[in-house]
């Protein structure tokens, strides 16, 4: 096993020959098993955004077993209670899940005024938040403008999720205790490294800057404004997710207050429809090539990597952390194919970071 940030990856040799979905990668009730928290939580709340179906709906299912109280946000109350729904008649059949702690508050990341209301009932329902995972998002999609006026992907993935950080920050701040300090976990992806966050330029109207990775390039088509790509805004959304948890813990770290990043890996889930056909077009082909196939991981393996970050004591007091295939991730060159495990350098551009949180805070309108 080899050892990053004093981190050992007990999972390394899992990853080494993958062999596709159900492989002998971890899942996520792995994860909760191995660190011996099943049940060991009935005095923690954890909050998941976009819980309602893939990643999202099975991690809210595997921490509820651990004993917390555990919330997720949905855009669509019908789906948010046939989530419950489910999830009790599995409790009825699964001894760990027949006394879970799962309720729902609805929330849509396209608007900040549902985000805004969302934390809102929130707050008056829940007094504790241990854990917020940071889970929802889309993927590669046309342009277009949320109602608050900003792109699609940078709002949904990374401004909504910077803005309900913010109105939750005094709860997490208050629930952190020395033997638990309170994490924010960003759901990230591998596809940070198809760009970074392009700073003063968010809306892509402008010349890109520093993305190297020829499957960023795309002839341009009439829905698109300025130099806007749809790989691009994925990717910089992706590494915004990344920055936001490094400088909520260079920020809030010393207070007890941790963020960590994720990637969950390879996985076709609800956040990729609606994707542009461009993207469809190029990247299709790819993902039907054998190699690809064996990479990919089923839901189950996929939440295992945040499910990791929430509830493992090795990274107690860390954060500043990128994580992937349920350890810290390696760094790769800059110039390195996109899509496989790694980071690259921008990950952790440290000024890059503190000029987002800056400006994000003047997008949603917070004090930083």
């Known amino acids: 096993m080899s050892s990053t940030f004093g981190i050992k990856n007990r999972y390394e040799e899992a990853h080494v020959s993958p062999n596709g979905p159900g492989d002998a990668r971890p899942t996520a009730y792995q994860i909760l098993k191995d660190n011996n928290v099943i ?20 991690t809210v299912r595997q921490l509820a077993k651990t004993g917390a109280k555990v919330w997720f946000t949905a855009r669509n109350e019908e789906k948010a209670k046939k989530v419950l729904q489910e999830l009790a008649e599995e409790g009825k059949k699964d001894a760990e899940l027949k006394n879970a702690k799962i309720d729902f508050v609805l929330l849509d990341n ?8 969302g934390a809102e009932d929130f707050l008056k329902k829940s007094d504790q938040l241990n854990v917020l995972i940071t889970n929802a998002g889309i993927a590669n999609i046309p342009y277009s403008l ?9 709002a949904t993935n990374h401004l909504a999720h910077f803005y309900l950080f913010s109105l939750l920050k005094p709860l997490l701040l208050k629930s952190s205790t020395p033997t638990f300090q309170s994490r924010v976990v960003t759901v990230a992806s591998t596809a940070h490294n198809f760009s970074t966050v392009q700073v003063g330029n968010y809306d ?22 300025g130099h ?23 920020r809030f770290g010393s207070q007890g207050l941790q963020g960590l990043s994720v990637h969950p890996g390879n996985i076709l889930t609800a956040g990729w429809s609606g994707m542009d056909k461009r993207v469809e077009d190029l990247f299709g082909p790819l993902v039907q090539q054998e190699v690809f196939q064996k990479v990919f991981k089923s839901v189950e393996q996929g ?21 992937d295939d349920a350890g810290v991730a390696k760094k790769i060159d800059d110039d390195a194919q996109s899509g496989v495990a790694g980071y690259k350098s921008w990950a952790y551009d440290v000024e890059g970071a503190k000029t987002l949180w800056v400006d994000s805070a003047k997008m949603v309108g917070v004090q930083e």
């Open 39 to 58: 049940g060991k939580f009935p005095d923690k709340t954890f909050l998941i955004t976009g819980g309602s179906d893939g990643l999202g709906k099975e």
């Open 228 to 250: 806007y790509n749809p790989i691009v805004a994925y990717g910089q959304s992706k590494t915004a997710n990344i920055w936001m948890a490094n400088e909520i813990t260079r």
């Open 146 to 154: 949320t109602e608050d006026g900003f792109e699609r992907t940078f």
């Open 303 to 323: 939440a295992a990597t945040q499910v990791l970050a929430a509830i493992s004591p090795e990274f107690e007091g860390k954060g500043g952390i990128y994580l």
């Open 110 to 117: 396209s608007s900040l005024k549902s985000v805004k209301a």
């Open 204 to 225: 892509l109207k402008e010349p890109l800057k520093g993305v190297v990775d020829p499957l960023t390039a795309l002839e341009k088509n009439d829905t698109d404004v």
